[in-house]
Each structure stands twice: as structure tokens, then as C-alpha cells.
């Protein structure tokens, strides 16, 4: 692992007066791909929503850049070059693919050197170029998904988040998704953090993986642990 980029300390968070996240310890390092496995309800999601700020940290911290985000709204974490692609995509049905697209250029906009990446999306996913006055809705789900990872990337982010992005998504889609994730990452430097359980992509794409059981970390997978299908499966299915 290099230079972290995201250092996540001993944090607690939830619902209502509950708390899912219970005291998780996690850091990535620049330039990494790195996941979250574990069935559901483990507390995955909850964990990415707390990265990004849509619910509240009660206790411990998280640091982006060595800056303390814990309490910072997500808009100001888009800012800042952390996009996000949430579990369901979440794209503007009535608007096209240009339109949605454009919405993505808050990421990254408090960044010194700005610069929108436009062409870059039209070139990992050139389907998107093709549909560009063709209203979101009426795209298939897995371009929607594309729609939803191009719109993240448009602001050029520093981080990428990702929420289940193989979600109801047919296989090919998902092998051509992880393609241009590994390419982003070699390719333009990109820190990718997902959470994932469809193994096919985790262990072609995921450098390290945190396993979550009742939302605490009960493992980290290195190196060859990330492409082992029968130890992926085994923290999958636990």
C-alpha cells in the first residue's frame, strides 16, 4: 500500500439510535483498488455512506488528503474529489446522458488544477458518445450504470466510490465495467474503493479486500487472498 489517501479511525455509525459501524479501522492507499466484502447487512453500504457523508459519523474520524472530513457535508467531499456512484445509479431519467453528465461537474470543483474530463468518459465508455441526446431513462440498465460511473468521473476525481456496481447488470456489462475500472486505475492514476460481492469482479479487479461481520473489519485480504474464489466465498456467504 502507498500513501494513504483515506484513513478511516475507530468510527460509529447507524441509524436512528443505533449504530451499524462498530468501530472500523480502514485506510487506502493512493492509487489502490481496494474493497469491502461480506453478506448482506454487514454493514457495507453503511460504511460507504459514511465515507461519502450522507449519515453522520457519532464517534471516531475519517481523513481524505490528510484533511479531516468527519464532519464535512457530501457536497463539500465532492468538491474536494471524492465521486461517488450510489448502489441503484440514481441517474435523471428525463434528462439525457449529455445532461447527466453534466451534473458530475460539481466533483472536484474546490480543486486547484480543475480540469473536466468529458472526453475521458466518452473514451472508456464510448456508448455514452453514441447516446448522448438519448434521455437516461431509456438506456438498459447496464449503460445506466456506465451513465452513473461517467457522471462521477467527469469532475476528475481523486477517489472513486462505488456502491454494488454489478447490481442487477448482466455479466459481459460487468466484465467490460471492471475493464475500464483496472484502466482508470493504470491508466490515470485512479484510487477506486467499491463494495462488492459479486466475486468475478472483485478478483479480477480488487487489489485488497476488508471482510465485514457485524460491522466491524474481521479480515484483510492481500495479494493472492483476493483471488482465491474459495476464500471469497467463504467471507461472501459467513
Do not use: C
Not at 469491502?36 to 474520524?61: C, E, F, H, P
Not at 449529455?98 to 470543483?109: D, K, P, S, W, Y
Amino acid at each position: 500500500m502507498g500513501e494513504p489517501i483515506v484513513v478511516i479511525s475507530e468510527i460509529y455509525a447507524g441509524y436512528g439510535s443505533g449504530d451499524v459501524l462498530q468501530g472500523v479501522n480502514l485506510t487506502i492507499g493512493k492509487g489502490e483498488i481496494v474493497a469491502t466484502i461480506g453478506r448482506n447487512g454487514v454493514g457495507k453500504s453503511t460504511l460507504m455512506k459514511a465515507l461519502i457523508g450522507i449519515i453522520d459519523v457519532r464517534k471516531g474520524s475519517i481523513s481524505f488528503e490528510d484533511t479531516d472530513i468527519t464532519i464535512r457535508s457530501p457536497k463539500w467531499r465532492a468538491r474536494k474529489g471524492i465521486g461517488f456512484v450510489p448502489q441503484g445509479r440514481e441517474i435523471f431519467p428525463e434528462l439525457s446522458v449529455e445532461e447527466n453528465l453534466l451534473t458530475g461537474e460539481q466533483v472536484g470543483m474546490a480543486r486547484a488544477k480543475r480540469k473536466l474530463r468529458y472526453e475521458l468518459v466518452y473514451e472508456y465508455f464510448p456508448i455514452l458518445k453514441e447516446r448522448r441526446r438519448q434521455r437516461g431513462g431509456t438506456l438498459s440498465g447496464g449503460q445506466q450504470q456506465m451513465l452513473a460511473i461517467g457522471r462521477a468521473l467527469v469532475g476528475n476525481p481523486e477517489l472513486l466510490l462505488l456502491d454494488e456496481p454489478s447490481v442487477g447488470i448482466q455479466p459481459t456489462i460487468i466484465q467490460q465495467i471492471g475493464r475500464s475500472l483496472l484502466m482508470l486505475n493504470h491508466e490515470e492514476g485512479l484510487t477506486i474503493f467499491l463494495v462488492e460481492q459479486n466475486i468475478s469482479l472483485i478478483e479480477n479487479v480488487v487489489q485488497r479486500a476488508y471482510a465485514m461481520d457485524k460491522g466491524r473489519i474481521v479480515s484483510v485480504l492481500d495479494g493472492e487472498q483476493v483471488k482465491d474464489r474459495d476464500l471469497l466465498t467463504q467471507y461472501l456467504a459467513m
